[in-house]
């Protein structure tokens, strides 16, 4: 399934904001086609108002509004099947016309972008081994392990069984093993860098070169995870196998390097050339392939 904006949470100020929004009383409060309800601290008082359109969440705090949740699901009723930018432009169209603000001038704090594609969820976390050093931390829902996920002080990626989430989460049961990868970035991230992406407002999400650039930059990280090899064992030699063992076990390893390091580097190379060799290319293109036809379709929808 093609879609590549999700979540998107931007902020913006609202010109001519009713005075009692400032007054900070505990009321409901009707305004531009919404009743707004208080926003209490920890001790209780009025810090702000909440509305909802449809699944997105609207709040104030003084003059400033922001606007957050699924593009996608406010578009759609779902974020499972396809979302193709032509899609994003009448989604956000509809939306600036529900709103009290200009949508496409508000400031972006957050953008979600990701596609969902066939695939056994399962098979594809248990190869995730690092990004650049950063270990992957299982996602669990009701004690079961659905996802993993990167994360970052900027961003999040992940890898989850949309097919379990969206009945844990919409009670639907969807017949296809669903998987989605998400890059989950804020301002800073994506343009606070070398190279920026320059989103900054809403209006830069619309911007087909910078909608380009966001699915580069969602399937680079992707490709820069370090995985696990898919290895084709049922050909493989006893020895083969024993020399795979020890190479990947941390123990071993290390006491062969220390021990006898003139055989550990005879058979390092005797090991490298096996991976080389047995390493199943096709399989480990397949998850690549499919993310970059999903990308492409929204691109070019």
């Known amino acids: 399934m093609a879609t590549l904006y999700d979540t998107v949470i931007s902020r913006g100020f609202v010109n001519s904001l009713p005075k009692v929004f400032l007054a900070g009383e505990l009321k409901y409060i009707d305004w531009a086609g919404f009743e707004w309800c208080p926003i209490l601290s920890g001790k209780n008082n009025v810090k702000g108002y909440s509305t909802k359109l449809e ?7 003084g003059s400033e509004m922001y606007i957050e949740n699924s593009l996608q699901k406010f578009y759609m009723g ?3 099947e396809d979302f193709t930018f032509a899609q994003v432009l009448t989604a956000l169209d509809k939306l600036n016309s529900k709103l009290p603000i200009d949508i496409y001038k508000t400031q972006l704090v957050r953008a979600d972008v990701g596609v969902v594609i066939n695939h056994d969820t ?9 990004y650049k050093g950063k270990l992957p931390i299982p996602m669990i829902k009701r004690n079961i392990i659905y996802g993993s996920e990167i994360r970052q002080t900027n ?4 890898v989850y069984n949309k097919t379990f989430e969206v009945k844990q989460t919409a009670n639907v049961k969807l017949q296809e093993k669903l998987m989605r990868v998400e ?3 804020n301002y800073r991230y994506y343009n606070q860098r070398a190279n920026p992406i320059g989103i900054y407002t809403v209006q830069d999400l619309i911007n087909p070169i910078k909608y380009q650039l966001l699915a580069n930059e969602f399937l680079n990280f992707y490709d820069t995870i370090k995985k696990k090899p898919n290895l084709n064992f049922s050909k493989w030699t006893t020895k083969d196998i024993r020399l795979y063992s020890y190479m990947t076990n941390p123990d071993t390893a290390k006491a062969m390097k220390e021990h006898h390091k003139e055989t550990y580097k005879k058979e390092r ?4 050339k096996l991976l080389s060799k047995c390493q199943d290319t096709t399989q480990e293109k397949i998850v690549t392939n499919k993310l970059k036809e999903k990308v492409i379709f929204s691109i070019n929808n």
Request: proline share 0%; net charge positive; charged share 25%.
């Open 55 to 61: 699944n997105l969440k609207l709040s104030l705090y």
């Open 78 to 80: 779902n974020n499972y």
């Open 122 to 130: 399962e098979q594809e976390y248990n190869r995730w081994l690092d």
């Open 155 to 158: 961003n999040k990626f992940k």
């Open 183 to 185: 890059l989950q970035g």
């Open 269 to 272: 190379s005797q090991y490298l």
